[in-house]
């Protein structure tokens, strides 16, 4: 069964330079480098988010591997979820019922836990991971979130063709059900489902839009469907624009929206962030989203 968002897997050229970005832009530090991964092929480290679940950052450089095709096909970007299981042999078993291919058709024993893999084109548009960790796995540590603005992931935004049939393929394959349709956002050209993902208050965001020029609608057109942004839950919105504006980073229309019905919102762009966008949110109190103070 699924438990749990453990981490999403990033695909970078440079793994120092990426931290060091990331860390200036949201006060996030990258720890737990190791450089013994991947056969020797790879470098690798995790950011901490509050609601159990990492970052993990990866510098790949085997041709053969997955994240590195990935690398030389997309750029640098967001390649993988990793969903924990304390049953990965049924949850496979589920999958093959099905007739779904796995990655080379087996469960790796792997040292952070025994781990399966989905193709995008058998998933939503991206690699989904299944991990059951053993004895030398990563485990989450609180104490490694290194930002008290840092409320949490709060979710990870997947642009599709259609919401409902990406929502039912999904639970079809992992047992995940989507909740709270929305066929009226962005004054009617976007259609959004929730997929609660076991962490508190994280959720797959998956989004469909008819919306020409905007950054979804313009992430179709170059990629296809896939992972199209990460949005961080922060307790004082302005404070982290401010930290972003004054590591360089462009916002989004250059300013915080007010009027969104999620909370308010700013958006560090790919451009300025190796690939990645970022969603920046505060929540109001009518929000799906919010955390009251305490």
Known sequence: MIIRLQHVGLSLENLRAFEERFEALFG??????????????????????????????????????????????HGEGLEHIALETDDIEGDVAHLRKLGVPLYQDKIFNAPDGFEAFVYPADAIG???????????????????????????????????????????RFEKLFRLQAVELRTDQHYGEQRDIMIPMGNERLWLHLVETTQPGHRVHEFMKQRGEGLEHLSIEVADIRKAVIQARSAGATLEQNKIYLDRPDGFEAFVLAADNHGITVELIEPYPTSRGYRPKS
Not at 28 to 52: C, H, V, W
Not at 130 to 155: C, E, M
């Open 126 to 168: 991206f690699t989904i991971e299944l991990i059951q960790p053993h004895a030398t796995s990563w485990r989450f540590d609180a104490a490694k979130v290194s930002d008290a603005n840092i409320l949490g992931l709060q979710h990870v935004g997947v642009a599709v063709k259609n919401v409902e049939q990406a929502a039912e």
């Open 28 to 73: 996030l530090k990258a720890l737990d480098l190791r450089k013994d991964q991947g056969r020797g092929f790879q470098f690798d480290s995790r950011i901490m988010f509050p609601n159990e679940l990492w970052l993990h950052c990866v510098q790949n450089w085997n041709p053969e591997s997955r994240v590195n095709r990935f690398l030389k096909q």
